[in-house]
C-alpha cells in the first residue's frame, strides 16, 4: 500500500464565465514556491468545475471562455518536476453550463428545478442518458490527454438525490415504481 501524504490539497477552483483573464497571471514559479514552502505531497486538479468550464483545451467540452493557456497541463508539469502526486478533478453532479445549456439535463424535483446554494447551481440528472455520454467523454479525454501523468480522478458531486426528470420517471415505470410517491 502507498504512504498516504503528509499533506494534501484540495486547489477549488470553481470559476464562473463572468471572471476575466482566467489564469492570465499564473506563475509556474510560484505555483511551485507555494508548494514547496507548503510542504505538499498531493494535490488536486481541476479539469473541469461545477461552472461546467474545462481548464485545458478540451474537445469534447468547452474550455473556459476566458482562459487562454492550457492551465492543468501547466500545473501538473510543476508537480511532475517535484514529485507531488496529483488528482484531476471533475464535476460530475453539477454542470451549470450543460444544465443551461440542455435543461432536460436538469435534476427535477417536485416539478421544478432543484438548486444548491440558490438560483445558481443546477443539478444534473446522473440518470439521464444523453449527460452520462458527455461525462463519460470528458472523464476518457482527461484520462488519454493526460495519460501517465496523474495519479487518480476526483468526480464530484455523483450523489444522485430524489428526480422526477423524464429520465428518472421512465426508469421508475420500466422497474414498476410509483414516480407519485417519494
Not at 20 to 31: A, I, L, M, N, R
Request: hydrophobic share 35%; proline share 5%.
Amino acid at each position: 500500500m502507498d504512504k498516504l501524504p503528509f499533506r494534501q490539497v484540495h486547489l477549488d477552483f470553481h470559476t464562473s464565465e463572468c471572471m476575466p483573464d482566467v489564469g492570465s497571471e499564473f506563475s509556474e514559479e510560484d505555483f511551485r514556491e507555494a508548494l514547496i514552502l507548503g510542504h505538499i505531497s498531493s494535490i488536486t486538479l481541476f479539469a473541469k468545475c461545477h461552472h461546467g468550464w474545462s481548464y485545458f483545451p478540451s474537445h469534447v467540452n468547452k474550455m473556459h471562455p476566458t482562459l487562454k493557456t492550457n492551465l492543468i497541463d501547466r500545473q501538473l508539469k510543476i508537480c511532475e518536476e517535484l514529485g507531488i502526486r496529483t488528482q484531476i478533478y471533475i464535476s460530475a453532479g453539477l454542470d451549470e453550463r450543460k444544465a443551461n445549456e440542455y435543461p432536460q439535463m436538469r435534476t427535477m424535483v417536485c416539478g421544478r428545478d432543484a438548486t444548491l446554494l440558490g438560483a445558481h447551481w443546477h443539478s444534473v440528472c446522473l440518470n439521464n442518458d444523453e449527460y452520462l455520454s458527455m461525462l463519460a467523454d470528458e472523464v476518457a479525454e482527461v484520462c488519454e490527454t493526460f495519460s501517465g501523468r496523474f495519479d487518480g480522478l476526483f468526480l464530484d458531486i455523483c450523489t444522485p438525490g430524489p428526480c422526477v426528470c423524464k429520465s428518472c420517471i421512465q426508469t421508475m415505470l420500466e422497474h414498476g415504481l410509483n414516480p407519485e410517491d417519494p
